[in-house]
């Protein structure tokens, strides 16, 4: 609980040019600085002085300027999300129990199964912050938030740059008239992130290079998160260790720099309004590919900002990279709008995008994926359940179990095509020098139901002889949003 602030401050300077009569050059350069409290109160996190370049473009040819050649570069920075000072910076309680019950026992008064004992193997041997229930034995809980505030030093690398993304355009327009056709490309990178990334394997290794003792008592694989910048280094304190701190190498984290590219080319046409009507649309190829898809992970609906699991352990990272979900081949888009009267207008706006490419999530298979020559105490991604770029998707045995399979990201199942018709009208009605509207919207006309989402979760259990499949895998969980009308009135005075 608690409540937390953030400042955020940015200047801009920017220059235009006309260097003849035909270039235009805009040149400028902005700065962020970034603030984040804890809910006590006291500053959490400073990033300041981010400088980021813009230039930008246009040259215009024909002997009526009809043509013009348009570019610009910049680079964006994103400040760290308000919710990682709620989420690394509280007071938060983050456990759970697991229990074993008779399937053919009598459910009780609330329709649950009855628990006959208490499941402590695997991730489940820790010491239960407080009890969750009456039988619960306290001592077999999966923690992965104990309630206690940690100290600043110990939950940020003291290197920690801000998020940062490059993003150019090169295009063309032409008007024949009144009507312009256009086609541009748009490319972004991700350059810099700052998520949050669990040391423990690398600190419990750290620890047996460095002779400290005990480490493993409370380094369990979740204890210490820390932001960083994933794929660099990292220098911050251990919890505990009276201000001892350190500095472990991108490659003592085992975790790989972030990646997020964004192609698009576009092809765009649009007639000007003329009084009566008007009609554009556009046709866009994109592709978007990488290991993060930004401040939330909507693989699995995940949308705690800031906090995606994408890097807290090596393990997750493992064929992770490939199609984001926010990948959409084609797009298509038509729009226009015809005054029927002076009074009357009515319009349309249509929208087609291809499918999404989904996912599979599994358990990872590797007993030891961090360090295989070290005690196996490295396993801990898949206390997070299902949740490695890992599948179970080949042939299953007698007792319905199979191994876990690679299962690069973007891989798995796709929703359908989504296609929305909207349609709008307006009246216009004077009442004196007042002009009163009439709006009247419908949107998705023809009631679409397109799938949004399926199940990404492929399996359903793990033990060391296999994996149990998900029957609900590829199971619908959204369509797109139903028909729905929306009226409005406008008055000018």
Same mark, same amino acid.
């Not at 962020?32 to 996190?45: C, I, M, Q």
């Given at each position: 609980?608690?409540?937390?602030?953030?400042?955020?401050?940015?200047?801009?300077?920017?220059d235009?040019?006309?260097?003849?009569?035909?270039?235009? @050059?805009?040149?400028g350069v902005?700065?962020?600085?970034?603030?984040?409290?804890?809910?006590?109160?006291s500053?959490?996190?400073?990033?300041?002085?981010?400088?980021?370049?813009?230039?930008?473009?246009?040259?215009?040819?024909?002997?009526d300027?009809?043509?013009?050649?348009?570019?610009?570069?910049?680079?964006y920075?994103? %400040?760290?999300?308000?919710?990682?000072a709620?989420?690394?910076a509280?007071?938060?309680?983050?456990?759970?129990?697991?229990?074993?019950y008779?399937?053919t026992?009598?459910?009780?008064?609330?329709?649950?199964?009855?628990?006959?004992?208490?499941?402590?193997?695997?991730?489940f041997?820790?010491? &239960?912050?407080?009890?969750?229930?009456?039988?619960?034995?306290?001592?077999?809980c999966?923690v992965?938030?104990?309630g206690?505030?940690?100290?600043?030093n *110990?939950?940020?690398?003291?290197?920690?740059?801000?998020?940062?993304e490059?993003?150019?355009?090169?295009?063309?327009?032409?008007?024949f008239?009144? @009507?312009?056709?256009g086609?541009?490309?748009?490319?972004?990178?991700?350059?810099?992130?700052a998520?949050? !990334?669990?040391?423990?394997?690398?600190v419990?290794?750290?620890?047996?290079?460095?002779?400290?003792v005990? &480490?493993?008592d *409370?380094? +369990?694989?979740?204890?210490?998160?820390?932001?960083t910048?994933?794929?660099?280094?990292?220098?911050?304190?251990?919890?505990?260790?009276?201000?001892?701190?350190?500095?472990l190498?991108a490659?003592?984290?085992?975790?790989?720099?972030?990646?997020?590219?964004?192609?698009a080319?576009e092809?765009?046409?649009?007639?000007?309004?003329?009084?009566n009507?008007?009609?554009?649309?556009?046709?866009t190829?994109?592709k978007?590919?990488?290991?993060?898809?930004?401040f939330?992970?909507?693989?699995?609906?995940?949308?705690?900002?800031?906090?995606?699991?994408?890097?807290d352990?090596?393990?997750?990272?493992?064929?992770?990279?490939?199609?984001?979900?926010?990948?959409?081949l084609?797009?298509?888009?038509?729009?226009?709008? !015809?005054?029927?009267?002076?009074?009357?207008?009515?319009?349309?706006?249509?929208?087609?995008?291809s %499918?999404r490419?989904?996912?599979?999530?599994?358990y990872?298979?590797?007993?030891?994926?961090?360090?295989?020559?070290?005690?196996?105490?490295?396993?801990?991604?898949?206390a997070y359940?299902?949740?490695?770029?890992? &599948?179970?998707?080949?042939?299953v045995?007698a007792?319905?179990?199979?191994?876990?399979? %690679?299962?690069?990201?973007?891989?798995?199942?796709?929703?359908?095509?989504?296609?929305?018709?909207?349609?709008?009208g307006?009246?216009?009605? +004077?009442?004196?020098?007042?002009?009163?509207?009439?709006?009247a919207?419908?949107?998705?006309?023809?009631n679409?139901?397109?799938?949004?989402?399926?199940?990404?979760?492929?399996?359903l259990?793990?033990?060391?002889?296999?994996?149990?499949?998900? %029957?609900?895998y590829? @199971?619908?969980?959204?369509?797109? +949003?139903?028909?729905? @009308?929306?009226?409005?009135?406008?008055?000018?005075?």
């Amino acid at each position: 609980g608690g409540s937390f602030g953030a400042q955020n401050r940015s200047f801009y300077l920017q220059d235009e040019w006309n260097v003849t009569d035909r270039l235009t @050059v805009n040149l400028g350069v902005r700065r962020d600085d970034f603030k984040l409290d804890k809910p006590d109160g006291s500053e959490y996190v400073d990033l300041p002085e981010n400088y980021a370049p813009r230039f930008g473009f246009t040259y215009d040819i024909g002997a009526d300027k009809e043509g013009k050649f348009f570019g610009s570069y910049g680079q964006y920075f994103l %400040p760290v999300a308000s919710n990682t000072a709620f989420r690394q910076a509280a007071q938060e309680y983050f456990f759970r129990e697991r229990f074993n019950y008779d399937p053919t026992a009598p459910f009780d008064a609330n329709g649950l199964p009855v628990a006959i004992s208490q499941n402590g193997t695997g991730a489940f041997q820790a010491v &239960c912050p407080f009890a969750l229930t009456t039988f619960s034995s306290g001592l077999n809980c999966n923690v992965t938030g104990d309630g206690s505030v940690k100290p600043t030093n *110990t939950t940020l690398s003291q290197n920690l740059k801000a998020t940062r993304e490059t993003e150019f355009i090169v295009g063309y327009k032409h008007s024949f008239n009144d @009507v312009t056709v256009g086609i541009s490309y748009t490319h972004r990178n991700l350059d810099i992130s700052a998520e949050d !990334v669990a040391v423990d394997a690398a600190v419990l290794a750290y620890c047996t290079a460095n002779g400290l003792v005990g &480490c493993e008592d *409370t380094w +369990t694989g979740f204890h210490q998160y820390v932001i960083t910048n994933p794929g660099k280094d990292a220098t911050f304190n251990l919890d505990g260790q009276d201000g001892r701190v350190i500095t472990l190498s991108a490659e003592d984290l085992r975790y790989p720099k972030p990646k997020r590219t964004y192609d698009a080319v576009e092809l765009t046409v649009d007639k000007a309004w003329d009084g009566n009507w008007s009609i554009g649309g556009s046709y866009t190829w994109s592709k978007s590919k990488g290991n993060s898809e930004g401040f939330v992970q909507s693989d699995f609906e995940q949308d705690d900002a800031g906090i995606t699991q994408d890097f807290d352990q090596p393990g997750f990272t493992e064929n992770a990279s490939g199609f984001l979900p926010n990948h959409r081949l084609h797009r298509f888009k038509l729009y226009g709008a !015809v005054a029927l009267s002076d009074e009357f207008t009515i319009g349309t706006n249509i929208r087609i995008d291809s %499918p999404r490419r989904l996912s599979c999530f599994g358990y990872n298979p590797n007993p030891n994926y961090f360090a295989p020559n070290d005690p196996p105490y490295s396993d801990f991604g898949n206390a997070y359940g299902a949740a490695s770029h890992f &599948c179970g998707t080949g042939p299953v045995d007698a007792n319905g179990e199979q191994e876990s399979a %690679p299962a690069v990201r973007g891989e798995g199942n796709r929703t359908s095509w989504i296609s929305n018709f909207d349609v709008s009208g307006r009246y216009n009605m +004077t009442f004196g020098d007042n002009v009163v509207t009439l709006r009247a919207d419908v949107f998705n006309l023809f009631n679409a139901k397109g799938v949004q989402g399926r199940d990404e979760i492929g399996d359903l259990e793990f033990s060391t002889t296999g994996v149990t499949p998900n %029957p609900n895998y590829g @199971v619908v969980t959204s369509y797109q +949003t139903p028909r729905s @009308v929306r009226l409005g009135l406008d008055i000018s005075f």
